[in-house]
C-alpha cells in the first residue's frame, strides 16, 4: 500500500492583492460576491476595463496582428506566392499545437490555392523542426515557399539551406529565441526583442491564428471576396483552443479569448472530427471545459504524433465527412490506449529506481534515462514525475548512445533557461519556461544530471522545492453556496495562470471518511451548523490522519450532479490537522 503523505501536502500560501477598495468597487459595478471579487484583484485585475475583458471575453479585445514584428512581411510573401501559383508547403510540429496549427493554415490557405500541401516530420525518424532531408522532397516537387509553425525560429542551417535551393521561409513559431533570427523572408514570434506585440505567451496556434488574421485583412482590403462572403475566423477557434490548451499556454489576455470561445464550439460539436472525438471519449452531449479538453480530447490528438503519425490527426480535424471521422477517432483512441500503456510501464521502472536512492529528498532534479522507453512519451512520464515529488524532471529515451529527452518544471523554475546553461553537455535543446527538449550523448547524462541539479540548487528561493498551494480566499463553510460557485464559473476557462480558485476555511469538523474509486478519499466537513461532502482525489491512504478530526481545508466548490441531484461538494486541494 502507498505510504500516506503527512499534511498537510503543500506549503499553504494566501494570495492577498491587499486592494479592498477595488474589490468592493468590483462587487458594486459587476454585482458580484465579494469572495468573487478578491479572487478577480489575485489575477491581476487593476480596474473595471480589466474585469469586463476578463468576465466577458471577446475577439474585439484582439490585438492588431500586424504588431507582431515581419507580419507584414509575411503576409505579402504568402500572397506573393498564391498569385504566381508557387508550391507551398505548411510545415508543423507533431504535438497537439502544432497539429491544430498545421490544421487551421492549411484550412484556409487551400482555400485560396490548390498549390499547398502540410507536413509534419515523424517524430521517431526525423525528429522535431525542420530537417535538411525535407527540404529535398519539397524542392522535388518544386516548392518555393515554407511556413513553419511551432517550430523554425531554431532552425538556421535548414532555413539557409532551402533559401540556397531557391525555397524561402515564414516562420510561425513561440518558442524562445536562442542568439541570432534565422535568415527567413520573415521570422513571427513575440519573444523577439524587437517585436511590439503586447502579448508574449501565445502558443504556436495562437500565432497561426493572427496570422490568418492578418492575411484575411489584407485580402479584404484588396476585395478579394466578392459580396463580403469572407471565412469566419471565429469558425476555426475550436481547433485554435485545443492547440492552445494543449500546449499548457498560459489561460489569460488573447488565450483566454481562444479558449473561451473555442470551448463553446466544442461543446457545440459542429466540426466532425471533434463530435467524433468527444463521442469516442464519452462525452459527447456534455458542457466541454478546458478540464474535459485537456484529459478526454488533446491526449488523443497527441498520441498520434507520440507513437504512430501526426497526419491522421490533422486529417482528422480537416474532414467533412462523419464516417471518416468516426474511424479516425477510434484510431486515435487506440493510439491513446497504447501510450496509456507505455507511459504507465516507464513511471513503474522510474518508481522502482527512485524506491532504491537513498537521497531522493535531496534531489533537486530528477533525471532518468533508458534504451527500453519510446520517446513519444517521456514527456508525459516526466510530467507525472513533476507531480509527484514537486521538482523539474527529465525522461530521456536512448538509441545508439544518444538520448532524446524531454523535461517538465515546476511553477518557480524556468526549465528552458536551465538547460541553456547546460548548452555546453548537449547536442540540441528548446522549448519555453514550463517544458523543454534535448538531445545529448549518453556519456554525458550523469554530467548533465548534475549540474542541473546545482542550478536549481542556486536558483531555489527556498531550501526545499515544495509544491505550494495558492488560496485565493479564507471564507467560512456556510458562505458556499450555489450562487457563489455560478460566480466562480464564470472566471473560467482554467488551466496555466488562471487556475481553479482555491479558498480556505478553518476549524473544520471532519466526519465519516470513506475511500470510494482508485484511493479518493471521500467524508463529511461541516462547521457552523453547514455540512456538506468532499471529494480528495488519489488520497485515501490520509484516512487515519482524519477521522473525528479539526482541520483547516483548502478547496475549490463545485456542483456535483449525480442521480438528478446538483449537490454541492468541496474538491479538496489540501489539508492541515489543528493541533
Given amino acids: 500500500m502507498t505510504k500516506a503523505k503527512a499534511l498537510p501536502t503543500t506549503l499553504w500560501k494566501i494570495r492577498n492583492s491587499g486592494n479592498k477598495d477595488l474589490e468592493t468597487l468590483l462587487g458594486k459595478e459587476f454585482g458580484i460576491n465579494p469572495i468573487v471579487a478578491q479572487i478577480l484583484t489575485n489575477r491581476d485585475i487593476v480596474d473595471l476595463e480589466g474585469a469586463h475583458r476578463y468576465l466577458s471575453p471577446s475577439l474585439n479585445d484582439l490585438y ?58 515523424d517524430r521517431i525518424g526525423e525528429g522535431y523542426g525542420l530537417k535538411s532531408t525535407a527540404v529535398d522532397k519539397f524542392k522535388k516537387n518544386n516548392a518555393r515557399l515554407i511556413i513553419t509553425v511551432d517550430c523554425g525560429i531554431s532552425d538556421h542551417e535548414q532555413i539557409a539551406y532551402a533559401l540556397s535551393l531557391g525555397i524561402d521561409t515564414i516562420v510561425l513559431d513561440h518558442h524562445e529565441i536562442a542568439g541570432e533570427l534565422p535568415p527567413a523572408c520573415a521570422a513571427i514570434n513575440p519573444n523577439r526583442m524587437d517585436c511590439s506585440f503586447p502579448f508574449k ?36 477557434l475550436d481547433i485554435v483552443a485545443l492547440g492552445t490548451i494543449g500546449d499548457i499556454a498560459p489561460l489569460v489576455d488573447e488565450n483566454r479569448i481562444f479558449a473561451k470561445i473555442g470551448l463553446e464550439l466544442i461543446t457545440e460539436g459542429k466540426r466532425p472530427g471533434i463530435k467524433a472525438l468527444k463521442e469516442i471519449s464519452g462525452i459527447d452531449g456534455q458542457i466541454v471545459d478546458s478540464f474535459k479538453a485537456s484529459f478526454c480530447l488533446i491526449p488523443r490528438i497527441n498520441a498520434a504524433g507520440r507513437i504512430a503519425s501526426p497526419l491522421e490527426a490533422v486529417e482528422l480535424l480537416l474532414t467533412d465527412s462523419p464516417e471518416e471521422a468516426r474511424q479516425l477517432a477510434e484510431r486515435l483512441d487506440s493510439y491513446n490506449r497504447r501510450r496509456q500503456s507505455m507511459e504507465k510501464t516507464i513511471l513503474q521502472e522510474i518508481m522502482d529506481k527512485i524506491g532504491k536512492l537513498p537521497d531522493i529528498e535531496k534531489m533537486k532534479a530528477l533525471v532518468f534515462a533508458s534504451d527500453k522507453w519510446h520517446p513519444g512519451v517521456v514527456g508525459i512520464v516526466a510530467s507525472r514525475l513533476v507531480d509527484l515529488f514537486s521538482r523539474p524532471a527529465f525522461v530521456i529515451s536512448l538509441s545508439n548512445g544518444v538520448g532524446k529527452g524531454s523535461g517538465r518544471s515546476v511553477c518557480d523554475f524556468n526549465i528552458y533557461k536551465g538547460i541553456q546553461q547546460c548548452a555546453s553537455l548537449l547536442l540540441s535543446y528548446g522549448g519555453h519556461c514550463h517544458a523543454a527538449g534535448i538531445s545529448i550523448k549518453e556519456d554525458d547524462i550523469d554530467e548533465f544530471a548534475c549540474l542541473l541539479d546545482e542550478i536549481i540548487r542556486d536558483s531555489a528561493q527556498t531550501p526545499e522545492i515544495l509544491s505550494q498551494t495558492y488560496i485565493d480566499s479564507e471564507c467560512r463553510l456556510q458562505d458556499i453556496n450555489h450562487d457563489l460557485i455560478s460566480q466562480m464559473e464564470k472566471l473560467a476557462p482554467f488551466g496555466s495562470k488562471n487556475p481553479e480558485p ?23 466537513v461541516s462547521s457552523g451548523g453547514y455540512t456538506c461532502d468532499s471529494i480528495w482525489f488519489g488520497m485515501g491512504t490520509c484516512i487515519s490522519y482524519l477521522t473525528g478530526s479539526n482541520i483547516d481545508v483548502a478547496f475549490t466548490p463545485q456542483i456535483n450532479n449525480w442521480n438528478g441531484a446538483a449537490d454541492i461538494q468541496l474538491k479538496m486541494k489540501d489539508i492541515t490537522v489543528r493541533e
Fill in 64 to 121: 492588431s496582428p500586424f504588431l507582431l514584428k515581419d507580419m507584414k512581411k509575411g503576409v505579402a510573401r504568402l500572397l506573393r506566392a498564391i498569385r504566381e501559383r508557387e508550391e507551398i508547403v505548411v510545415y508543423g510540429d507533431y504535438d497537439a499545437d502544432g497539429i491544430t496549427s498545421v490544421a487551421i493554415l492549411y484550412k484556409f490557405i487551400r482555400a485560396l490555392t490548390p498549390h499547398v500541401i502540410y507536413y509534419i516530420p
Fill in 201 to 236: 505567451e501565445l502558443a504556436g496556434v495562437g500565432i497561426a491564428f493572427n496570422f490568418l488574421i492578418a492575411l484575411r485583412g489584407t485580402l479584404r482590403k484588396e476585395g478579394f471576396w466578392k459580396n463580403d462572403e469572407y471565412p469566419n475566423l471565429k469558425e476555426y
Fill in 502 to 524: 482555491v479558498l480556505c476555511a478553518r476549524n473544520i469538523k471532519a466526519s465519516l471518511p470513506t475511500i470510494v474509486g482508485k484511493n479518493h478519499l471521500k467524508m463529511k
